[in-house]
């Protein structure tokens, strides 16, 4: 489970993702991908992205506060797995809650797997999806960014410990997704509430990495650009 909401706050600060409040209108919050936006006013915008693409650990951020009687629902929670060998048929999920009804949708939130070999059937599905907005039928409300998800072969303690602390190491690169896993990823984002008219949230990312490359991380930000 993610982080769930505190009363009286509009950012929740570890992430900086969640999304903003204005007036009943409230933004999804962000994660791998941006979270939609409420309305075009700034104070009901989607929250930005945040985390590391290659080490995913951090939670979901609740989905932005609609009402005092409406508050954020947790966002994905945050599941890291480190086994000599991993099949994966069934399901390994991190998805945001859906908003409560005057409430934007949660962020996904992050898988990390690191295996000396990582397989799976078609059945195979690891999932981080943003929340979908909530059901209010009167205001505007935004859908949850998608999380992220990073799978990994041939990692070591000390390299998956600078990827945790930075994004990068010099002993890590992105690769094509491994062809003895068959199954899917999804890290889409949460439906936008049913009278936005506003951009919705992002996909967020999903990560192929082999150990022992030369590497390049991704950007820890806080920020949108629409």
């Known amino acids: 489970k993610g982080y769930t909401w505190f009363p009286g706050t509009l950012t929740y600060a570890p992430t900086g993702s969640v999304g903003k409040t204005g007036?009943?209108?409230?933004?999804?919050?962000?994660?791998?991908?941006?979270?939609?936006?409420?309305?075009t006013s700034p104070t009901s915008a989607g929250g930005g992205t945040?985390?590391?693409?290659?080490?995913?650990?951090?939670?979901?951020?609740?989905?932005?506060?609609g009402h005092q009687d409406s508050p954020g629902r947790a966002g994905g929670g945050a599941i890291l797995i480190v086994a000599q060998e991993v099949r994966l048929d069934g399901t390994l999920s991190a998805n945001g809650a859906v908003g409560s009804t005057y409430g934007g949708g949660?962020?996904?939130g992050s898988i990390w797997v690191s295996a000396s070999r990582f397989t799976g059937g078609a059945t195979g599905l690891l999932r981080a999806k943003g929340g979908d907005a909530g059901n209010s039928t009167w205001y505007q409300l935004g859908g949850g960014g998608g999380g992220r998800i990073a799978v990994a072969q041939g990692m070591n303690e000390a390299i998956m410990a600078e990827l945790a602390a930075s994004g990068e190491s010099p002993k890590a690169q992105?690769?094509?997704p491994f062809a003895a896993f068959l199954g899917q990823t999804q890290v889409v984002a949460g439906q936008q509430g049913s009278q936005s008219t506003e951009?919705?949230?992002?996909?967020?990312?999903?990560?192929?990495?082999?150990?022992?490359?030369k590497g390049r991380g991704s950007i820890f930000s806080l920020q949108c650009v629409r």
């Open 199 to 213: 951009p919705p949230g992002e996909a967020g990312s999903v990560t192929w990495v082999h150990g022992f490359g």
């Open 50 to 65: 945040n985390g590391f693409a290659m080490a995913p650990l951090l939670p979901g951020a609740p989905g932005g506060y």
């Open 106 to 108: 949660s962020a996904g």
């Open 23 to 39: 007036s009943l209108q409230a933004g999804g919050s962000g994660h791998g991908g941006c979270g939609g936006n409420g309305t």
């Open 174 to 176: 992105e690769t094509a």
